[in-house]
């Protein structure tokens, strides 16, 4: 069976930098792509951007452009989103969901990563 | 960027009642339209994709239409599990994805 397993909660100070793993199972890796997806407290689903681990293309929000790094590592089939400089706002509950072959709409999801962005 | 609006942003709904949910894209987004559950403290879970066509192991009782800029998901007769955060996303054309803000529907 399919499956997404991230890593765990962070607490981070602003300024730092945060990446959150998303380890896949149960399927072929590289036919898929990966979207990250957060959601602040009490709010509703932003995309962050999206890489394919077929080819590693990436496409990034443009609220995010430079400041996050998606990848993936085909030899332990998990994917990665890196965040830098980070700021109280970006506390969140972040996600990855798979999407694919051709067409991105998220059929599994991770079970989410709380990042504490604090003081 | 294509802009996704949903409505009513809460539905007070009785169990056993129908509950209609819209949502609309600024520009048209053909059928690459999917519906989202989400439930407090748990991912998202999809619905819909093409936005008619219903993901695996989604009861018969959830259904979506439309396409373009227009469309709508229906759950026939609601149950106690279908109390939750619903929302639509686009993924139309490798444009950038995105979310509408989502519909709550809570027991009238």
């Known amino acids: 069976q399919v499956q997404l397993v991230q890593s765990g909660a962070e607490v981070k100070k602003p300024g730092a930098s945060v990446k959150v793993s998303c380890k896949a199972s149960?399927?072929?890796?590289?036919?898929?792509?990966f979207t990250w997806v957060r959601q602040a407290p009490g709010q509703g689903l932003e995309w962050i951007g999206w890489i394919s681990a077929y080819n590693g293309k990436t496409d990034y929000a443009q609220n995010f452009q430079g400041r996050v790094t998606m990848t993936t590592d085909t030899s332990t089939n998990t994917a990665y989103m890196e965040l830098r400089s980070l700021r109280s706002d970006d506390t969140a509950v972040y996600y990855c969901?798979?999407?694919?072959?051709?067409?991105?709409?998220?059929?599994?999801w991770g079970q989410g990563t709380v990042v504490t962005v604090s003081s | 960027e294509i802009v996704m609006t949903q409505s009513p942003a809460t539905l007070s709904v009785s169990p056993g009642e129908r509950a209609t949910l819209s949502c609309r894209a600024s520009q048209s987004v053909s059928s690459n339209l999917a519906w989202y559950q989400q439930k407090p403290g748990q991912a998202p879970r999809l619905l819909i994709y093409g936005a008619s066509t219903r993901a695996t192991g989604i009861p018969a009782r959830f259904s979506g239409s439309g396409s373009g800029t227009e469309f709508t998901l229906t759950i026939s007769s609601l149950q106690s599990e279908d109390f939750a955060l619903y929302y639509c996303q686009h993924y139309y054309n490798w444009l950038p994805i995105s979310f509408g803000p989502g519909t709550k529907v809570d027991i009238k």
């Open positions: 149960g399927y072929t890796f590289t036919s898929y792509g």
């Open positions: 969901a798979r999407w694919g072959p051709i067409l991105v709409f998220h059929d599994y």
